[in-house]
């Protein structure tokens, strides 16, 4: 039997409108975003946090990672990309079937709508729609799993697992449709190229909700939380700059010098905040912070993305220095200050690192958005930031009411979701689990320092070695420093 690839065939694989450069691009762009969320902050998250919470913040990115999948194939797509249902929320049905993903992608044009307001036209970049569909989850995935850090070390983990696919469904899809798929706000003109109101404006908003109606971490772990693996930290935080490179890199759906722009623009902010971030904590604590590196490089990085392909790299520089001392003090300053974040318990800092830096950043590019790279990548011509003239503070207005509108939507929809489900279950873990940590959550912890792993379960076996259940003598004893010994 001859299986020899038809050339028909192929050419069925490889339309007149696939540009496979372009799509090269995508699928690497996205998996470059996916790798910020596995592993990247699989392991960012399990160090940073307490030993022994390792297991349960890495669980909280794996299952998000997981469940938002599955629901943007459903419903998720498509209500953020789809046929309008109204102003700010696409119509949802499934994407999964090959009529629709190997057709040609298509994205709502601004400016071009008919009498009722409605879009006619599309933006189609030269990729299939299961490109542009994986790419679009990825920043789906983040974002929830960008939240999370909000809510490490005190949430019921069947609560998350509940909270994560309506949260994705009933809030992250009406942000997108509303900036990016033809909403609203779209339509008006609100610049948001990669994300910085979309995913860390909406992430930092919600986090800090979510905090509040879940509560506060036991007294112990917020008096003291240390990392309990530096360089992995590292590590994770090292996977997350690389793969912004694809975050904004990937935004314009083509390997054009918008892109190219946008990899510049996002290096050279992350670079600039982490340094002024070090140099704050210097000057303020007397040494430099491995944490506060961190920190400044994801300030940098959030709030570069709504403007990194419309804004010059000298404009990034600034954004740059801007995102390492606006949410430092924000962080070192103003939160001691506020009974209200005190009081929420946002154990990462999300709000800072995110909120602050992803407004700050969506309304600079009000400011300093460049009239040629907006004609390059933006679908309404003559769009320009109030630094160079002809209208450009409407822009600012612009960016301003579309901050406004995320951070409404984010605090109502979040709120109303957990409130749901807390008819069903606790938000928070009982204070005896959180005493324990992964062992009472997951019955697993992630350090096997002695014995193999081995523990000693005061639920199965007596303190005195005896095995209360089957009334036989243990298996186990205990040997010097806590290691149990297998008999």
Known sequence: M??????????????????TGDNSWQITASTLVGLQSMPGLVILYASIVKKKWAVNSAFMVLYAFAAVLICWVLVGYRMAFGDQLVPLW??????????????RANIPESGNTNNDGRVTLRIEPNIPMASLVYFQFTFAAITVILLAGSVLARMNIKAWMAFVPLWVIFAYTVGAYSVWGGGFLFQWGVIDYSGGYVIHLSSGIAGLTAAY????????????????????????????????????GGAPHSANVVASIAVLNTNVSAATSLLVWTILDVLYFGKPSVIGAIQGMMTGLACVTPGAGVVQTWAAMIMGILGGSIPWVSMMVLHKKSSFLQKADDTLGVFHTHAVAGMMGGLLTGLLAEPTLCDLYLPITGTRGAFY??????????????????????????TIILLFIRLFMPLRMPDEALMIGDDAVHGEEAYALWGDGEKFDPRRHGTAGNNIEEGTA????????GVIIEL
């Open 90 to 103: 696409g119509k949802g049905i499934p994407a999964l079937t090959q009529s629709y993903l190997i057709d």
């Open 2 to 19: 001859n299986n020899t690839a038809q050339p028909g065939n192929m050419a069925a694989g490889s339309p007149p409108w696939l540009n």
């Open 389 to 414: 003239g002809k209208n450009g503070g409407v822009q600012f207005l612009k960016q301003l009411a579309g901050s406004a509108f995320i951070i409404g939507w984010n605090v109502v929809s979040t």
């Open 474 to 481: 243990s298996p186990y004893i205990h040997g010097a420093r």
């Open 213 to 248: 109606w879940v509560g506060p971490r036991i007294k112990s772990d917020r008096e003291r939380f240390p990392p309990n693996n530096v360089l992995l930290m590292l590590a994770g935080a090292g996977l997350l700059w690389m793969g912004w490179s694809g975050f904004n």
